[in-house]
């Protein structure tokens, strides 16, 4: 029979943010991961259908006429082969929801009534997590105080629920956004939560009271409050808006910072918009909280609120989670605009597509889409967006005027804010940049070009990593890649196959009989060295894969591939998810064309598992006859010399010799 080819690219696209794993005891993730039905968990996303062994249906991650959407229940995984999205069950639950590891683990442990042990953390960790904890129950009993104040008490109705009623909120949104009230009175939530018995250290810390004239007060009183959530619908923290005006207090108060409200990592309304945002593949982004609901309100609800702050880094990762794609509303006076053109570079860094639409009118996006109607504030933004890149230098040109000092420094500005476009995949995107503002401006493009590249240069002389950068810099200014730089590049590539293919023998095939005396991997053990494996294998993370497995075989456990697929190290997760194929069916369109029955990967496991270790054993000669190669240029004694000649020619034998064994399987 002639070799079989099997197809091992498969892409993995787990969340990135994941917090706290070691949390978590190992023995109450194996319980879950028994416990675990992927098609149970994901039928109640996808409507699915048995095909084969798999189950098929239309992706959640995208939208698709024909069902690419793959799940197999015996390898315990997914894959789209339309968008390629992949994983496991708890990679659903945090790219689908987007939750943290724990907070799916933790979702898991819920729906199966399974108690979580905790591992033994530092002193140190336990206090700030305790106080964590604490926090998040003193933010929980007040936003229930609070809104109950707002809506069963008489001066929240009155003072409260009316002004927000007139603000043209409903209720639903009112009871959606967990608004509240917190009353007029000195200390009324104060007295409520030391009757409470909560502590007053910890009190003080949320920033809901305050120490004065030696006695603790109401911080937010008399004030709308907006209670900010964090991505699993946890309470952080607060904004408080005044309702009178009062020209000595500030019309926000927001919570001070503490262990779980940190400013800079938080995007108001983002727990209620981040299924939306998913879905649109597009972020709206405006000030204030209020705009924030008041787009839900109209059915606009992939939106959140910077807080009136200059966006972070940190801040713009959390919405790349949903989307590559932000629109960004502000109010059409200066100070929008400047606020809106601050968080640009920061975005292009984070290789986000950024338009902006300023509101006219002296309106903000609250009282537009109040004044317009939904539908019009919807065509309003579609029509209305504005490319950042490009607004900024008009509205640079417009105040430079005729001044050609002014005009000079508009382009290094342009320039500079250009080069922060600087992936290896944006290459195109930057010089189209490049080409229309040397258009606008009137000058050579290849002068915009070469200051765009200066501004590369300077950033990678500053230690920012060079590899992608360097790339684009050979590309725009005409230097062509060499075939043998290619040739390298994919030789690369098929030994990250080869190292991948053996290890997925021995996780897939590892338990079954090698012989009558040996499985699998206790022959593969017996091949591979175990100090010897790093000269065989170049990717660390399938050498720690083997170590681990060989490890737990020691110890008497039989491993599998599910072993890896629910442990804390979420990189050796991904991996061992990558090199699982659920595609690897034979079709049953294949008994048309071919008589008799088609072996499987499983009944071919030993002609596969030969071929993987005879790649590497080559692998190994080819380094062996490189380094005695070296050796013997060096040598100057005639005996040493004979010695590395005589190396040399049996290291060539060997080669051959494995050489005639190696394609039994080709792995492409």
């Known amino acids: 029979m002639g070799s079989i080819v099997f197809s091992v690219s498969f892409t993995v696209n787990l969340a990135s943010a994941i917090r706290n794993t070691n949390l978590i005891s190992q023995h ?83 729906k199966y009534n399974i108690e979580l042990e905790e591992t ?50 409903r209720e639903e949104i009112i009871k959606k956004f967990q608004l509240g009230y917190n009353p007029s009175a000195r200390d009324e939530f104060t007295k409520a939560a030391l009757n409470a018995q909560y502590n007053k250290e910890l009190l003080l810390k949320t920033g809901l009271v305050v120490q004065r004239d030696d006695r603790m007060a109401d911080n937010y009183r008399g004030r709308i409050i907006f209670p900010i959530h964090n991505q699993s619908g946890k309470v952080l923290g607060f904004g408080a808006r005044i309702i009178q005006s009062n020209n000595k207090a500030p019309k926000y108060i927001n919570t001070p910072e503490n262990e779980i409200y940190v400013k800079s990592k938080i995007l108001y309304g983002s727990y209620f918009a981040r299924l939306a945002i998913d879905k ?25 609120a910077s807080g009136g702050t200059s966006l972070t880094t940190d801040q713009l990762r959390l919405i790349k989670k949903y989307t590559n794609n932000l629109t960004i509303i502000y109010d059409g006076d200066n100070a929008g605009i400047k606020a809106a053109l601050r968080g640009l570079d920061l975005a292009l860094e984070e290789s986000l597509n ?121 590309q725009s200014e005409g230097q062509q890649t060499t ?38 991997a206790q022959f593969l053990f017996s091949q591979v060295d175990e100090n010897d494996l790093e000269n065989m294998i170049d990717n660390k993370m399938l050498v720690k894969i083997i170590e681990t497995y060989r490890t737990w075989f020691k110890e008497g456990l039989e491993p599998t591939a599910k072993s890896f697929l629910y442990g804390e190290d979420q990189q050796m997760n991904s991996t061992i998810i990558q090199l699982m194929d659920v595609n690897a069916e034979i079709s049953p369109n294949w008994n048309q064309h071919y008589d008799g029955h088609i072996p499987t990967r499983e009944e071919l496991f030993r002609e596969e598992v030969i071929s993987t270790l005879n790649y590497l054993k080559l692998r190994k000669i080819k380094r062996l006859i490189i380094e005695n190669q ?6 100057t004694d005639p005996e040493e010399q004979l010695i590395f000649m005589q190396t040399h020619q049996h290291l060539k034998e060997m080669e051959i010799a494995i050489t005639k064994k190696v394609g039994t399987v080709i792995y492409k």
Not at 154 to 161: S, Y
């Open 483 to 520: 075939p043998a730089t290619d040739e390298a590049f994919n030789l690369f590539n098929q030994d990250e196959l080869h190292e991948q293919a053996f290890v997925r023998s021995l996780v897939e095939f590892g338990l079954k009989r090698w012989d009558d005396e040996h499985s699998v």
């Open 280 to 304: 649109a593949d597009e972020c709206l982004l405006v000030e204030g909280y209020t705009d924030v609901v008041s787009l839900h309100q109209a059915g606009i609800e992939n939106v959140v």
């Open 28 to 110: 109450s993730i194996q319980q879950i991961q028994s416990r675990i039905d992927i098609i149970e968990i994901i039928g109640s996303y996808v409507k699915l259908k048995k095909r084969g062994a798999n189950y098929l249906g239309l992706c959640p991650f995208h939208n698709e006429k024909s069902p690419s959407f793959t799940v197999s229940p015996v390898k315990e995984i997914y894959k789209c082969f339309g968008c390629g999205k992949s994983g496991n069950t708890i990679g659903f639950l945090m790219d689908h929801d987007k939750l943290s590891y724990t907070e799916a683990l933790r979702w898991l442990a819920n």
């Open 354 to 474: 950024v338009r902006l639409v300023l509101i006219p009118d002296k309106e903000d996006p609250d009282s537009y889409v109040n004044k317009i109607g939904a539908e019009a504030f919807r065509q309003f933004i579609q029509s209305e967006k504005k490319d950042f890149i490009l607004f900024q230098l008009e509205i640079a040109l417009k105040d430079a005027g005729t001044d050609s000092t002014k005009k000079a420094a508009i382009v290094n500005q342009v320039a500079e804010t250009i080069s922060k476009i600087n992936k290896t995949t944006e290459f195109t995107r930057r010089q189209d940049y490049v080409k229309q503002v040397a258009e606008i401006l009137r000058i050579e493009e290849s002068g915009m070009n070469a200051l765009v590249n200066k501004f590369i240069r300077e950033r990678i002389a500053k230690d920012v990593p060079p590899s992608p950068v360097n790339e684009n810099i050979a």
């Open 120 to 169: 033994e953390t530092s002193p140190e960790f336990k206090a700030q997590q305790q106080v964590s904890d604490s926090l998040y129950i003193i933010n929980n009993f007040a936003r229930d105080f609070f809104s109950n104040a707002l809506f069963n008490t008489e001066e929240g109705t009155d003072v409260g629920l009316s002004y927000l009623k007139e603000r043209g909120f």
């Open 630 to 635: 070296a050796d013997l240029e060096k040598a």
